[in-house]
């Protein structure tokens, strides 16, 4: 089954602790993107990659970090969580200029 | 930013049809115009998108002006499992700017 995956789908952690989100697809996408969802911001795209070891900064990229190091993942680490990413994460992929598909997300929560 | 202009909310009744309007007026001649919805406690699913004609599949159509400072999402017969927020984004380039989108409440 065609899908993107993300782990974990809840996590609650501490102020200052590194963590991944882990998101991977199966469809042989090149485009690869994250977002966080805010109650009354929408979805803002935070890091997007084209293609493996190429990434560049979305709309909300502070905080964050990513790597593409393989097609088929795209991890976003958090190196210094701080209580103001506490959110709702999405990840997605797509072929260039096609239809994203988007994965469960993950609830997030910073203390 | 790519900035999209949405209604807060809409309602319509089911079985009917429902046209929601975007309003993108610093629209570039490249940027492709794509309409996403989310359901309750779920990611975003693609609806449609286009770049200046109107474009049309098996789940709505999709009207673009011709200045292409607006377009407008229609769901031909609104069901129940369309209640939903429909986002209306512009993608220039490779980034995705999506906005807080509007609201659709179908009435039984």
């Known amino acids: 089954e065609a899908q993107v995956t993300q782990n974990p789908r809840y996590l609650i952690t501490v102020t200052g602790k590194k963590l991944t989100v882990t998101c991977s697809q199966n469809m042989n996408h090149e485009y690869m993107s994250w977002y966080r969802q805010d109650p009354g911001l929408g979805l803002r795209q935070i890091y997007y990659s084209m293609n493996v070891e190429v990434t560049d900064k979305g709309d909300v990229p502070e905080g964050y970090k990513v790597s593409r190091k393989e097609k088929r993942n795209f991890p976003l680490i958090l190196e210094s969580p701080s209580p103001n990413q506490t959110s709702l994460y999405f990840c997605?992929?797509?072929?260039?200029?096609?239809?994203?598909?988007f994965g469960p997300g993950t609830r997030l929560t910073v203390l | 930013d790519a900035k999209t202009t949405q209604p807060n909310s809409m309602e319509s009744n089911e079985e009917e049809p429902v046209h929601l309007p975007c309003n993108h007026s610093?629209?570039?001649?490249?940027?492709?115009i794509h309409w996403y919805r989310q359901l309750p406690s779920q990611g975003p699913e693609y609806v449609i998108h286009?770049?200046?004609s109107n474009v049309n599949n098996r789940m709505a159509s999709l009207a673009i002006a011709e200045d292409r400072k607006s377009s407008t999402l229609i769901l031909h017969r609104a069901t129940l499992r369309d209640a939903a927020v429909y986002y209306c984004?512009?993608?220039?380039?490779?980034?995705?700017?999506f906005g807080t989108g509007t609201s659709l409440t179908v009435i039984p």
């Open positions: 610093t629209i570039s001649g490249t940027d492709y």
């Open positions: 997605a992929s797509s072929s260039p200029r096609a239809e994203q598909f």
């Open positions: 286009g770049l200046t």
């Open positions: 984004i512009l993608t220039p380039g490779n980034q995705f700017y």
